[in-house]
């Protein structure tokens, strides 16, 4: 078993920052990539950034310039850093990860999803 545990999140006033955090923990071989979706009400699940374990990153051009992920492979964690938010960031974020178990089964896990709320 695999899990995924998120901190972070909040209400911020717009122009603000928040600091999401995940940890995975369990039966790992190894993490291939690691990642921040989100969801607004009404809307799809979207990307908001990806960092692969060899360090390449992806940014939803949304977030551009305003957002930073970063990861630690020895930790099993990965962090989003949201600077400049705007009320359409309003979302529930969910961390995501690829992930080789010890049965060296590969599946794709999602956190329980933590809310973010910008008001203007």
């Known amino acids: 078993q695999v899990q995924l545990v998120e901190s972070g999140g909040g209400l911020v006033q717009a122009g603000g920052s928040l600091r999401l955090s995940c940890a995975a923990s369990?039966?790992?071989?190894?993490?291939?990539?690691m990642g921040w979706y989100r969801q607004a009400p009404g809307k799809q699940r979207e990307l908001v950034a990806g960092i692969t374990s060899g360090g390449t990153i992806n940014y939803a051009d949304s977030v551009k310039g305003r957002f930073s992920i970063s990861g630690d492979n020895a930790k099993n964690t990965v962090s989003l850093q949201m600077n400049s938010l705007k009320p359409e960031d309003t979302a529930v974020y969910y961390c995501?990860?690829?992930?080789?178990?010890?049965?060296?089964?590969?599946?794709?896990?999602w956190g329980q999803g933590t809310q973010v709320t910008v008001s203007s």
């Open positions: 995501n990860a690829h992930i080789t178990t010890l049965l060296r089964d590969r599946y794709t896990y």
């Open positions: 369990g039966s790992i071989f190894s993490i291939n990539s």
